[in-house]
């Protein structure tokens, strides 16, 4: 069993810019592929960014958030982080992370992944 759990969420106004961490549990922490994904009311939950297990030495971002956000890990510490950057109104909503233990790369589909927090908000002002 993994728990994961999301802090550093808030509000902030446009053009700000906010650090999300994730901690997880578990020894193997650095063999999970990690992932950020986020959930507008009235919209399906959508991938954000992913890592790579292990180094970290891969990552993927949503075309909406490249260039603006950077996920990284520290697996000395168990934790994945996602910073945001520019923030935009259309960034609002509530921020997942989660863990996929098998594969190695992250995957950009909700299914794929094996656990997940419970999320932090995100509101994002203009």
């Known amino acids: 069993q993994v728990q994961l759990v999301e802090s550093g969420g808030g509000s902030v106004q446009a053009g700000g810019s906010l650090r999300l961490s994730c901690a997880a549990s578990g020894r193997t922490f650095s063999s999970y592929a990690m992932g950020w994904f986020r959930q507008a009311p009235g919209k399906e939950r959508e991938f954000v960014a992913g890592?790579?297990?292990?180094?970290?030495?891969?990552?993927y971002y949503a075309d909406s958030v490249k260039g603006r956000f950077t996920i990284s890990r520290d697996n000395a510490k168990n934790t994945v982080y996602l910073q945001m950057n520019s923030l935009k109104p259309e960034d609002t909503a509530i921020y997942f992370c989660?863990?996929?233990?098998?594969?190695?790369?992250?995957?950009?589909?909700?299914?794929?992944?094996?656990?997940w927090g419970q999320g932090t908000q995100v509101t994002v002002s203009s």
């Open positions: 890592i790579s297990s292990w180094s970290g030495g891969v990552t």
């Open positions: 989660a863990a996929e233990l098998a594969r190695g790369l992250a995957p950009r589909t909700v299914y794929e992944y094996d656990y």
